[in-house]
Antibody
Framework: QVQLVQSGAEVKKPGSSVKVSCKSS????????VTWVRQAPGQGLEWMGK????????HYAQRFQGRVTINADESTSTVYLELRNLRSDDTAVYYC???????????????WGQGTLVTVSS | DIQMTQSPSSLSASVGDRVTITCRAS??????FNWYQQKPGRAPKVLIF???SLQSGVPSRFSASASGTDFTLTISSLQPEDFATYYC?????????FGQGTRVEVK
Protein backbone atom coordinates (compact mmCIF):
# COMPACT_ATOMS: atom_id res chain seq x y z
CA GLN A 1 0.00 0.00 0.00
CA VAL A 2 1.37 3.38 -1.02
CA GLN A 3 1.76 5.89 1.79
CA LEU A 4 2.65 9.56 1.53
CA VAL A 5 3.73 11.13 4.80
CA GLN A 6 4.15 14.89 4.97
CA SER A 7 6.13 17.09 7.30
CA GLY A 8 4.51 18.93 10.17
CA ALA A 9 2.68 22.21 10.47
CA GLU A 10 4.57 25.45 9.94
CA VAL A 11 4.05 29.04 11.04
CA LYS A 12 5.82 31.60 8.88
CA LYS A 13 6.18 35.36 8.61
CA PRO A 14 5.10 37.23 5.49
CA GLY A 15 7.95 37.40 2.99
CA SER A 16 9.64 34.24 4.25
CA SER A 17 9.77 30.78 2.68
CA VAL A 18 8.46 27.37 3.62
CA LYS A 19 9.55 23.90 2.54
CA VAL A 20 7.17 20.98 2.92
CA SER A 21 8.25 17.38 2.42
CA CYS A 22 6.32 14.35 1.22
CA LYS A 23 7.92 10.94 1.80
CA SER A 24 6.65 8.01 -0.22
CA SER A 25 6.69 4.37 0.76
CA UNK A 26 5.12 1.14 -0.38
CA UNK A 27 5.24 1.69 -4.10
CA UNK A 28 7.33 2.72 -7.04
CA UNK A 29 8.50 6.23 -6.32
CA UNK A 30 10.36 7.33 -9.40
CA UNK A 31 7.91 6.58 -12.18
CA UNK A 32 4.77 8.29 -10.92
CA UNK A 33 4.20 12.01 -10.73
CA VAL A 34 3.84 13.58 -7.32
CA THR A 35 1.55 16.56 -7.38
CA TRP A 36 0.88 19.35 -4.89
CA VAL A 37 -2.57 20.75 -4.14
CA ARG A 38 -3.43 23.37 -1.56
CA GLN A 39 -6.63 24.26 0.23
CA ALA A 40 -7.13 27.59 1.99
CA PRO A 41 -9.36 27.50 5.10
CA GLY A 42 -12.93 26.77 4.10
CA GLN A 43 -12.04 26.94 0.42
CA GLY A 44 -11.64 24.58 -2.52
CA LEU A 45 -8.69 22.75 -4.02
CA GLU A 46 -5.96 24.43 -6.03
CA TRP A 47 -3.32 22.58 -8.05
CA MET A 48 0.19 24.00 -7.72
CA GLY A 49 2.46 21.73 -9.73
CA LYS A 50 4.01 18.30 -10.05
CA UNK A 51 7.17 16.35 -10.69
CA UNK A 52 8.03 12.90 -11.98
CA UNK A 53 11.09 11.99 -9.87
CA UNK A 54 12.60 9.86 -12.63
CA UNK A 55 12.82 12.87 -14.92
CA UNK A 56 13.26 15.55 -12.24
CA UNK A 57 11.52 18.09 -14.42
CA UNK A 58 8.83 19.96 -12.53
CA HIS A 59 5.72 21.50 -14.03
CA TYR A 60 4.19 24.48 -12.24
CA ALA A 61 0.88 26.24 -12.40
CA GLN A 62 1.50 29.60 -14.04
CA ARG A 63 0.22 31.57 -11.09
CA PHE A 64 2.96 30.15 -8.86
CA GLN A 65 5.81 30.43 -11.37
CA GLY A 66 8.78 32.19 -9.85
CA ARG A 67 7.62 31.56 -6.30
CA VAL A 68 7.53 27.78 -6.13
CA THR A 69 10.06 24.99 -6.45
CA ILE A 70 9.23 21.29 -6.50
CA ASN A 71 12.07 18.81 -6.39
CA ALA A 72 12.62 15.17 -5.61
CA ASP A 73 15.25 13.12 -3.79
CA GLU A 74 15.13 9.58 -5.16
CA SER A 75 17.54 8.32 -2.50
CA THR A 76 14.93 9.04 0.20
CA SER A 77 11.78 8.78 -1.94
CA THR A 78 10.87 12.30 -0.89
CA VAL A 79 9.38 15.17 -2.84
CA TYR A 80 9.67 18.75 -1.61
CA LEU A 81 7.56 21.84 -2.16
CA GLU A 82 9.16 25.20 -1.47
CA LEU A 83 7.06 28.36 -1.59
CA ARG A 84 8.82 31.72 -1.30
CA ASN A 85 7.78 35.27 -0.55
CA LEU A 86 4.86 34.05 1.53
CA ARG A 87 1.73 36.13 1.88
CA SER A 88 -1.19 35.82 4.26
CA ASP A 89 -3.30 34.30 1.49
CA ASP A 90 -0.82 31.41 1.24
CA THR A 91 -2.23 30.17 4.53
CA ALA A 92 -3.57 26.76 3.60
CA VAL A 93 -3.29 23.03 4.00
CA TYR A 94 -0.81 21.73 1.45
CA TYR A 95 -1.32 18.20 0.17
CA CYS A 96 0.91 15.99 -1.89
CA UNK A 97 -0.65 13.24 -3.94
CA UNK A 98 0.44 10.53 -6.34
CA UNK A 99 -0.76 11.21 -9.85
CA UNK A 100 -1.56 8.12 -11.85
CA UNK A 101 -1.87 8.28 -15.60
CA UNK A 102 -2.21 5.89 -18.49
CA UNK A 103 -0.73 8.22 -21.08
CA UNK A 104 -3.87 8.82 -23.06
CA UNK A 105 -7.06 8.31 -21.16
CA UNK A 106 -6.77 9.54 -17.64
CA UNK A 107 -4.81 11.29 -14.92
CA UNK A 108 -5.99 11.28 -11.35
CA UNK A 109 -4.69 11.39 -7.79
CA UNK A 110 -5.00 8.02 -6.11
CA UNK A 111 -2.99 8.38 -2.90
CA TRP A 112 -2.71 11.52 -0.80
CA GLY A 113 -0.57 12.74 2.04
CA GLN A 114 -2.21 13.79 5.28
CA GLY A 115 -1.75 17.47 4.58
CA THR A 116 0.48 20.13 6.10
CA LEU A 117 -0.97 23.33 7.52
CA VAL A 118 1.09 26.37 6.67
CA THR A 119 0.06 29.51 8.50
CA VAL A 120 1.43 32.84 7.33
CA SER A 121 1.05 35.53 9.94
CA SER A 122 2.98 38.48 11.23
CA ASP B 1 -7.31 27.91 -17.66
CA ILE B 2 -10.21 25.48 -17.94
CA GLN B 3 -13.02 26.48 -15.59
CA MET B 4 -15.04 23.82 -13.81
CA THR B 5 -18.46 24.90 -12.58
CA GLN B 6 -20.19 22.66 -10.07
CA SER B 7 -23.80 22.76 -8.99
CA PRO B 8 -25.29 22.96 -6.56
CA SER B 9 -22.76 24.44 -4.13
CA SER B 10 -24.59 22.65 -1.33
CA LEU B 11 -27.55 20.38 -0.85
CA SER B 12 -29.47 18.84 2.03
CA ALA B 13 -30.48 15.22 1.80
CA SER B 14 -31.55 12.29 3.93
CA VAL B 15 -30.16 8.80 4.22
CA GLY B 16 -31.53 6.75 1.36
CA ASP B 17 -32.00 9.70 -0.99
CA ARG B 18 -30.72 9.70 -4.54
CA VAL B 19 -28.29 12.58 -4.96
CA THR B 20 -27.01 14.12 -8.17
CA ILE B 21 -24.18 16.63 -8.53
CA THR B 22 -23.22 18.19 -11.82
CA CYS B 23 -20.08 19.80 -13.18
CA ARG B 24 -19.58 21.70 -16.41
CA ALA B 25 -16.25 22.30 -18.08
CA SER B 26 -15.58 25.56 -19.92
CA UNK B 27 -14.30 23.64 -22.93
CA UNK B 28 -14.03 20.09 -24.17
CA UNK B 29 -11.95 17.90 -21.85
CA UNK B 30 -12.67 14.50 -23.36
CA UNK B 31 -12.79 12.02 -20.47
CA UNK B 32 -10.00 13.59 -18.44
CA PHE B 33 -12.36 14.16 -15.56
CA ASN B 34 -12.48 12.94 -11.97
CA TRP B 35 -14.67 13.11 -8.87
CA TYR B 36 -13.30 13.32 -5.33
CA GLN B 37 -14.92 13.13 -1.91
CA GLN B 38 -13.50 15.08 1.01
CA LYS B 39 -14.48 14.84 4.66
CA PRO B 40 -13.57 17.54 7.19
CA GLY B 41 -9.92 17.45 8.20
CA ARG B 42 -9.12 14.73 5.68
CA ALA B 43 -7.44 14.58 2.31
CA PRO B 44 -9.67 14.11 -0.72
CA LYS B 45 -10.36 10.60 -1.95
CA VAL B 46 -10.92 9.69 -5.57
CA LEU B 47 -14.29 8.15 -6.34
CA ILE B 48 -14.47 8.24 -10.13
CA PHE B 49 -11.74 8.66 -12.75
CA UNK B 50 -11.88 8.96 -16.53
CA UNK B 51 -15.38 10.43 -16.23
CA UNK B 52 -17.17 7.21 -15.34
CA SER B 53 -14.75 4.59 -14.00
CA LEU B 54 -15.29 3.59 -10.39
CA GLN B 55 -12.08 3.60 -8.35
CA SER B 56 -11.29 0.26 -6.71
CA GLY B 57 -12.89 -0.04 -3.28
CA VAL B 58 -15.52 2.66 -3.87
CA PRO B 59 -19.10 1.46 -3.25
CA SER B 60 -21.22 0.79 -6.31
CA ARG B 61 -23.86 3.30 -5.14
CA PHE B 62 -21.54 5.91 -6.68
CA SER B 63 -21.78 6.28 -10.43
CA ALA B 64 -20.98 8.95 -12.98
CA SER B 65 -21.72 9.89 -16.53
CA ALA B 66 -20.69 12.44 -19.10
CA SER B 67 -22.28 14.25 -22.01
CA GLY B 68 -20.06 16.66 -23.89
CA THR B 69 -18.77 19.12 -21.31
CA ASP B 70 -21.35 18.16 -18.69
CA PHE B 71 -20.53 15.59 -16.04
CA THR B 72 -22.74 14.04 -13.39
CA LEU B 73 -22.06 12.19 -10.15
CA THR B 74 -24.91 10.16 -8.71
CA ILE B 75 -25.22 8.54 -5.32
CA SER B 76 -28.05 6.08 -5.68
CA SER B 77 -28.88 5.73 -1.98
CA LEU B 78 -27.14 8.16 0.33
CA GLN B 79 -25.46 6.56 3.33
CA PRO B 80 -24.39 8.27 6.59
CA GLU B 81 -20.74 8.12 5.57
CA ASP B 82 -21.49 9.98 2.31
CA PHE B 83 -22.10 13.35 3.97
CA ALA B 84 -19.05 15.21 2.72
CA THR B 85 -17.91 17.70 0.10
CA TYR B 86 -17.50 16.54 -3.48
CA TYR B 87 -15.14 18.06 -6.03
CA CYS B 88 -14.85 17.59 -9.74
CA UNK B 89 -11.51 17.94 -11.53
CA UNK B 90 -10.24 18.16 -15.08
CA UNK B 91 -6.87 16.73 -16.06
CA UNK B 92 -7.09 17.50 -19.77
CA UNK B 93 -4.80 20.51 -19.70
CA UNK B 94 -2.63 21.98 -17.00
CA UNK B 95 -3.18 23.68 -14.70
CA UNK B 96 -5.41 20.90 -13.46
CA UNK B 97 -8.48 22.64 -12.08
CA PHE B 98 -11.22 21.73 -9.65
CA GLY B 99 -14.81 22.72 -9.25
CA GLN B 100 -15.66 24.82 -6.23
CA GLY B 101 -17.17 21.86 -4.39
CA THR B 102 -20.61 20.60 -3.44
CA ARG B 103 -21.31 20.12 0.23
CA VAL B 104 -23.80 17.33 0.96
CA GLU B 105 -25.42 17.96 4.33
CA VAL B 106 -27.92 16.18 6.53
CA LYS B 107 -31.48 17.31 5.95
Amino acid sequence: QVQLVQSGAEVKKPGSSVKVSCKSSGGSFSTYAVTWVRQAPGQGLEWMGKIIPLFSTPHYAQRFQGRVTINADESTSTVYLELRNLRSDDTAVYYCAREIADGGSYNYFDFWGQGTLVTVSS
Amino acid sequence: DIQMTQSPSSLSASVGDRVTITCRASQSISSFFNWYQQKPGRAPKVLIFAASSLQSGVPSRFSASASGTDFTLTISSLQPEDFATYYCQQTYRTPWTFGQGTRVEVK
